[in-house]
């Protein structure tokens, strides 16, 4: 009988380490582990102890993060936004211009489209308040930032199609996910994030603030114009007082321009009911946002309408130019306050500031202290003021 082949123990080591190595060289199943929403809670920088903190005039519901700053950053310096792809919020908000339009009186939209009113600084807008826009009919910030996408004079693209472009490029959904939990693209989850990066644009490294840190001084000039800045004026109501003329302002006593231009955020003081941050230019019957004076020598031309091409042209404006008669100008304004032709008692009184060239140049070496510089250049928005 044919003797059975007997397998040799080294042969039968020999497969096993083969199946082992064959085992060993498959894939295991993928494991499908889902994404995980954290965003992470935004820090705002510590603050100058003379400035009041973030959320004390209107509280920000819109909780900020840094990956929603991350992406409101993005979407901020994004053309995408825009019809023709040639247009972003940094196009008529630019940093090296305090975040205004490069001088221009009015911005151009899509096609060269002119606007009609000039491109308003963004910073410091944790402590805006009385809404937004020049004629403050956005009641808070998101409202705001939808506006200018569907404008016909700004980006002119319906919102849907902005929204179609930002969903096909490729890096925005993960970077919605990581801001908001989700990789669905919506006007309210893109407005907040632009509102979240917007509210980190701060300034507080001018050098009023290293004077009120006592980190400077002023010069005697300086010095001079914050007194005329930060006092009322006083009416000459002595017939033996020579200085000036009954009824006239006297030498050397304030502009009154601290009430609607409050440090240390120069705009309108606490005290003004939200209504009533709306003053007027003493022109027109439509009543405008009060902006906030810092960093006046980037943001040049000044008013609603880019009207006023210098610091020199508003001042004349204010010191001569306002008509006290008109209901639109306010009641803290130096002209209503100092003249009115139904008082006997002041008949004699000037609607005029009477301004000297001594104080003119005065009072705007005192605003000239105003400027952040470092605004400009720093890309840490939220610290433009550390070193």
């Known amino acids: 009988m044919p003797m059975k082949a007997s397998i040799k123990p080294a042969a039968i080591m020999a497969i096993f380490g083969l199946l082992f190595i064959v085992l060993g060289c498959r894939k295991d ?5 889902p994404e995980v929403y954290h965003p992470t809670p935004y820090s705002f920088p510590a603050l100058p102890d003379y400035v009041p903190p973030v959320g004390q005039f209107i509280p920000i519901t819109n909780s900020v993060t840094v990956e929603g700053v991350v992406l409101g950053k993005l979407l901020f310096f994004d053309s995408t936004l825009s019809k023709d792809n040639t247009l972003a919020c940094a196009s008529c908000h630019h940093q090296g211009y305090g975040f205004t339009d490069r001088g221009r009186q009015f911005s151009l939209g899509v096609g ?25 009919r956005a009641p808070i910030l998101d409202s705001q930032i939808v506006g200018p996408v569907p404008n016909v004079k700004e980006m002119h693209e319906p919102w849907s199609g902005a929204l179609a472009k930002i969903q096909a490029r ?43 840190q006592n980190l400077a001084g002023f010069t005697a000039a300086e010095k001079r114009g914050e007194q005329l800045f ?14 000036v003329a009954l009824g006239h302002r006297l030498p050397g006593t304030g502009f009154d321009c601290f009430h609607c231009h409050a440090p240390p ?61 008109s209901p639109y100008v306010s009641d803290l304004m130096y002209a209503k306050k100092y003249f009115n032709p139904n008082d006997p008692d002041i008949q004699l009184a000037t609607p005029s500031m009477e301004m000297t060239p001594q104080e003119v140049s005065d009072l705007k070496a005192f605003l000239m ?8 250049t720093n890309k840490n928005y939220s610290n433009p003021y550390l070193h």
Do not use: C
């Open 29 to 33: 199943p993928p494991i499908n582990t």
């Open 112 to 136: 060269d489209s002119v606007g009609n009113r000039n491109s308003m600084a963004l910073f410091n807008i944790p402590w805006e308040r009385g809404g937004f826009f020049w004629d403050a």
């Open 170 to 212: 490729p890096e925005y959904p993960e970077l919605y996910f990581k801001a908001f939990g989700t990789k669905t693209i919506t006007k309210e989850n893109t407005v907040m994030a632009i509102a979240q990066f917007l509210r980190t644009i701060m300034s507080f490294n001018s050098k009023y603030d290293s004077v009120k």
């Open 230 to 243: 930060s006092s009322d004026p006083v009416r000459n109501d002595n017939p033996n007082n020579h200085l």
């Open 265 to 325: 955020l120069f705009i309108p003081e606490n005290l003004i009911p939200n209504s009533q941050v709306l003053m007027n230019d003493g022109f027109s019957n439509i009543n405008f946002k009060v902006p906030s004076l810092r960093n006046l020598g980037f943001t040049a031309p000044y008013m609603h309408d880019g009207s006023m091409p210098n610091l020199d042209s508003v001042l004349a404006h204010y010191d001569h130019e306002v008509d006290p008669n």
């Open 369 to 376: 202290t105003l400027n952040d510089y470092r605004l400009l």
